[in-house]
């Protein structure tokens, strides 16, 4: 049991990496860049591979319920990372322009942020009654329970590296 927080520790601690290694990306004057979105895409493959194993570990499935789950949990998961990198890719917006924003770019990164966190909840919404399909109600609830603990974690581990939009003078 010790290794599954050792687990989450990981994958919270690996994903605080990315925002400022973006940082480091997009800051030419401060020197050669260190991190490369090469790097950032093998970073988030090695994530989704953690908290697939850490899913498993408290998921608890059947050899017929994993037969039928992780097929469905692997399409959710692709899902997931094509908005992950429309995330990742607002976030890097962001650290290009920072300093910088006008009044219109905050507004549009705002709204576009959260139109992001709406199609998460849609997609989770639209694979609940799919997941239901393939495992009992309270094993279903236990995914999505994990899958927001994980995500709720990491999401607020990168907003913490975030610094907040400075007003121009």
Same mark, same amino acid.
């Given at each position: 049991m010790r290794k599954q927080p050792i687990l989450l520790l990981f994958l919270v601690s690996a994903w605080a990496l990315i925002v400022p290694a973006t940082y480091a990306q997009t800051d030419a004057s401060k020197?050669?860049?260190? /991190?490369?979105?090469?790097?950032?895409k093998l970073?988030?493959?090695?994530?989704?591979?953690e908290k697939k194993q850490l899913i498993a570990a408290h998921l608890k499935l059947t050899e017929a319920e994993a037969t039928k789950f992780w097929p469905v949990y692997d399409q959710y998961?692709?899902?997931?990372?094509?908005?992950?990198?429309?995330?990742?890719?607002l976030i890097k917006?962001?650290?290009?322009?920072?300093?910088?924003?006008?009044?219109?770019?905050a507004q549009s990164l705002t709204k576009?942020?959260?139109?992001?966190?709406?199609?998460?909840?849609?997609?989770?919404?639209?694979? /609940?009654?799919i997941v239901n399909g393939v495992?009992?109600?309270?094993?279903?609830?236990?995914?999505?329970?994990?899958?927001?603990?994980?995500?709720?974690?990491?999401?607020?581990? /990168?907003?913490?590296?975030?610094?907040l939009v400075q007003e121009q003078n």
């Open positions: 020197g050669d860049p260190t /991190v490369t979105d090469q790097d950032i970073l988030r493959k090695d994530l989704r591979s998961s692709a899902e997931m990372a094509k908005l992950g990198d429309q995330k990742y890719a917006e962001y650290a290009q322009n920072f300093g910088s924003l006008t009044d219109e770019q576009r942020s959260l139109g992001l966190d709406e199609a998460i909840a849609q997609l989770r919404i639209k694979y /609940v009654p495992l009992p109600g309270t094993k279903t609830a236990t995914f999505f329970q994990l899958e927001r603990r994980i995500m709720g974690l990491i999401d607020l581990q /990168v907003a913490s590296q975030i610094p």
